[in-house]
């Protein structure tokens, strides 16, 4: 019964869906305070509707109701319950839900906390919002509908795919669609903007809160994402340049970009048209993951069962938008106003440099990504682009980025001095070389280029702490003075220093584990030894173990330093009962940054069995980069001049398109 | 500077960064990417030793031999030509013999059989790689739900 009445729901939203579509703009375009207070009320109204129909498919999964086709395709009775419950979105319709889930979760917010919008903004935000929500509802009821019922019920469900069942399915989606749909916010702004045809510096305010939030919640995802995919795989590797990986990388690499523009716009009120096409463009790449993801014209480990019809489906909603958005940017950019005048080194100046350096990363990743389709739709050669490409392109443009980034908070607005900033840099470029000298002078058969990349993530570490030391006056002010000032530093600089941090600390561990990580492959008998870093790992055998819903073989290791055992370490290959389907489940020791990673292959006759062991020095520095990005995000989002908001209502109202000098 | 000197500095610093990107691109492109072949195309287009390929497939009944340490052989067949492989290291969980597979490598100068250095089979049981159903397809010989 709930389950027909989640299908209700959805249709229910679909309408209300449609209503906010329409009536919102109409009020806005007449000044109908009737109309466009539809807009609130509706978006409230989708986000009860959206969230019921989630709650009664997740409801059919924690009670494995069979008869739901969805919950028999992905699901099975002997499922530990948080798996039951993650399974929600382990599958193509189920994450279809999450993902409207939490783009009606944004409109509501935006419902709720939109009060000092002007009346206008806020119904044009919402109707742009409901645009999005009814294509997408009306793409899972048609294509995709999550509660398809089965007559007869069967009686056992054919179980989620192992490689889901892991406490990253629980996390990594929701994270990842946070950030993912919640550049839908600014897409709506950007859109709003330019049917309103005015935007200021209070524009950038309201919109650069969703941007943080939406770009905390993508970083933290994709590092779960590289985290998980690490210990689940088997494989050892992190990041594969994988198309789906990119799918998601390039909204972020837009994100990233969008977020340093739109400070530039809220401080200085340029770069507006600038601003408002890469909020579209972000929220684009989004459009274009989902695509990828869902359509089947890749092959990888996220992409869902395919269906031709479900692509074509998508790829309608991402030309509407996609195109629709250009359009009317094309015929309103040149009515909105240019802003403040800046000189080329200057804050605004170096914002421009991280714009251009991440979006041209951005379009060389989209040419990795998209080239093999369309070479293959034009000549029907198939290819692949791997890692080669993607270190050749994206590389490059990434390290005068590094390079660039401590400079940038230390300029002045509007135009600073570089010679003054180098100096006060000096103490930074010092500790980058020393550490590169120490680490190709130490490191036996470091490469050079490892020791300068090393020297590059402590550069932007040092250079974070430059910005804060100089920002409370060390060596210029006494100590008491120095620390009022640095408890009076606005959160935003703190969390932008933390974030800036964090990519040194990721630009460490990747630097780190690239050049030294070592592998080896071994066949291992009972007693025998293998060596992995500092470390000796010593073979003690196989046992079965049972699990829940599988069964496993477990390989058991013995790890050693310099003869005496200071840990032990389980690998696994697992053979899930419903769908016979073996996985590999890696043994992890981690020591410090360190890891010592083992995977298990084939057994061999005669008790012994393939080993992969891998060194990974300083290899979870990566992810802790990332949780720092990530904390800066969240730092920055409590800054109070976000957390109060808009500006107080007392100031000048906007100014109307042409009229700004 | 005047305010055309500061556009003209901007727009000539965006031009050579892009630019650049753009060689890097168009230069990477020329080297880095790698043609996916089927065993009939081998047999048909002469691939040359030491090139990069990826060369897709189902593994053929009854093929795989482990040898002694961690080198593994087996066949790639689309049913009308195969190819032999040779492969050190672990196997991905889901290889089988009678399952697609995608390997990469190349084959070296005077000698047939092609060294594989990465084995790529499919995430699921539902799921064959999207190369390998269409050059089956394209023999004839596909035997999955035709969509």
Known sequence: MIVELGHYALIMALATALLQSVLPIIGARTRDAGLMGVAPAAAIASFVLILFAFVALTVSYVTSDFSVKNVWENSHSMMPMIYKFSGVWGNHEGSMMLWLLILVFFSALVAFFGGNLPATLKSNVLAVQAWITSAFLTFVLLTSNPFQRLSPAPLEGRDLNPILQDIGLAIHPPMLYLGYVGFSICFSFAVAALIDGRIDAAWARWVRPWTLAAWTALTAGIAMGSYWAYYELGWGGWWFWDPVENASFMPWLAGTALLHSALVMEKREALKIWTILLAIMTFSLSLLGTFLVRSGVLTSVHAFATDPTRGIFILCILVAFIGGAFTLFALRAQTLSPGGLFAPISREGALVLNNLFLTTATATVLVGTLYPLVLEAITGAKISVGPPFFNLTFGPLMIPLLLAVPFGPLLAWKRGDLWAVTQRLYMAAGAALLVSLAVIYFATGAPVMAGLGIGLGVWLIAGSLTDIAMRSGVGKVALPIMWRRFKGLPRSAFGGALAHMGLGVSVIGIVAVTAFATENVVTMKPGETTVGGPFTLQFEGLKPNTGPNYTELQGRFIILRDGQPVSHLTAAKRVFTARQMPTTEAGIYTNGANQLYVALGDELPGGGVVVRVWWKPWVTFIWFGAIFMSLGGIVSLFDRRLRIGAPAKSRAPAVAVGQET | ?147
């Open chain 2, 1 to 147: 500077m005047t305010r055309k000197q500061k556009r003209l500095a901007i727009i000539s610093g965006g031009v050579a960064v892009i630019g650049a990107a753009v060689l890097l691109v168009l230069f990477a492109l020329q080297d880095q990417i790698v043609y996916f072949h089927s065993p009939t195309d081998i047999v048909e287009k002469q691939i040359g030793p030491d090139t990069r390929i990826r060369l897709g497939g189902l593994v053929a009944e009854k093929s795989v031999v482990r040898g002694t340490g961690t080198k593994v052989e087996f066949v790639v067949t689309d049913t009308a030509n195969e190819v032999a492989i040779t492969y050190t290291g672990i196997l991905p969980d889901l290889f089988r013999e009678g399952q697609g597979v995608i390997v990469e490598g190349a084959f070296e100068p005077g000698n047939p059989v092609f060294v594989a250095d990465s084995v790529l089979a499919k995430h699921d049981e539902n799921y064959m790689p999207k190369e390998v159903a269409e050059s089956l397809k394209a023999q004839g010989v596909w035997q999955g739900e035709e969509k």
